[in-house]
């Protein structure tokens, strides 16, 4: 079945940087994207962009653009996403979800079960 | 940047009762090369991640009980959860992907 498998959680340092990955399976993952959303504790969901595994393409959101970078590596259909430059307000659940191209964004399904970062010093 | 806001915050629903959820958008979703309406529904279980339910506003994603429907369009959707049972305890997201940056809603609580 179509399964995304995530890293497990961290614990950084403010100015540390971090990186999540995400294991994809059940699906041709070179045809879809892989996109990166957050989850602060008790609160919404805020998308952090996505990465085309096919064209190596991005997006990323303006309040992480700079210090984020996403990659895939097809061989072994995983994802990546690193951020730097820490701070305690990226304390955060991280998913990874297959992202599906609607001829403008994406929808997401299904999605990694998460991640948590820890940014504490 | 599209503003989704949904209402309500929360509500409580009694067992086989049925669950309605809005989500409002500061902008028109509606149009793009499908010439659809380019939202999608979530539900979040306590510490689960989010499981997508639809998508173009109504489009149910496999697996999805028809319990779940989804209507609107333009700018005024709704989720609408059919004889709610226990396991549909959750926090109900819609998101837009017509434009970028991708945003969701705050969410909606669902309790019995």
């Known amino acids: 079945q179509v399964q995304l498998v995530q890293s497990g959680g961290e614990v950084k340092e403010p100015g540390a940087s971090v990186r999540v990955s995400c294991k994809a399976s059940?699906?041709?993952?070179?045809?879809?994207?892989i996109a990166w959303v957050r989850q602060a504790p008790g609160r919404g969901l805020e998308w952090m962009g996505w990465?085309?595994?096919?064209?190596?393409?991005?997006q990323y959101a303006p309040n992480v653009q700079g210090r984020v970078t996403m990659t895939t590596d097809a061989p072994t259909t995983t994802g990546y996403m690193e951020l730097r430059n820490l701070s305690p307000d990226d304390t955060a659940v991280y998913f990874c979800?297959?992202?599906?191209?609607?001829?403008?964004?994406?929808?997401?399904?299904?999605w990694g079960q998460g991640t948590l970062i820890t940014v504490s010093s | 940047d599209i503003v989704l806001t949904q209402s309500p915050d929360s509500l409580s629903v009694s067992l086989g009762e049925r669950a309605t959820i809005n989500c409002k958008s500061s902008?028109?979703?509606?149009?793009?090369?499908?010439?659809?309406?380019?939202l999608a529904w979530y539900q979040q279980k306590p510490r689960q991640a989010p499981r997508l339910l639809l998508y173009?506003?109504?489009t149910r994603e496999s697996g999805v009980s028809d319990r779940f429907s989804g209507s609107g369009s333009g700018t005024h959707f709704t989720l609408t959860i059919d004889r709610l049972q226990a396991e549909d305890v959750a926090v109900y997201f819609c998101?837009?992907?017509?434009?970028?940056?991708?945003?969701f809603g705050q969410g909606t609580r669902v309790d019995i």
């Open positions: 990465v085309s595994p096919y064209t190596g393409r991005t």
């Open positions: 998101h837009q992907y017509f434009d970028t940056p991708a945003t």
């Open positions: 059940g699906f041709n993952f070179i045809n879809y994207q």
């Open positions: 173009w506003a109504s």
């Open positions: 902008r028109n979703i509606f149009g793009g090369p499908n010439s659809q309406d380019y």
């Open positions: 979800a297959r992202g599906v191209s609607s001829g403008r964004g994406l929808w997401f399904g299904p």
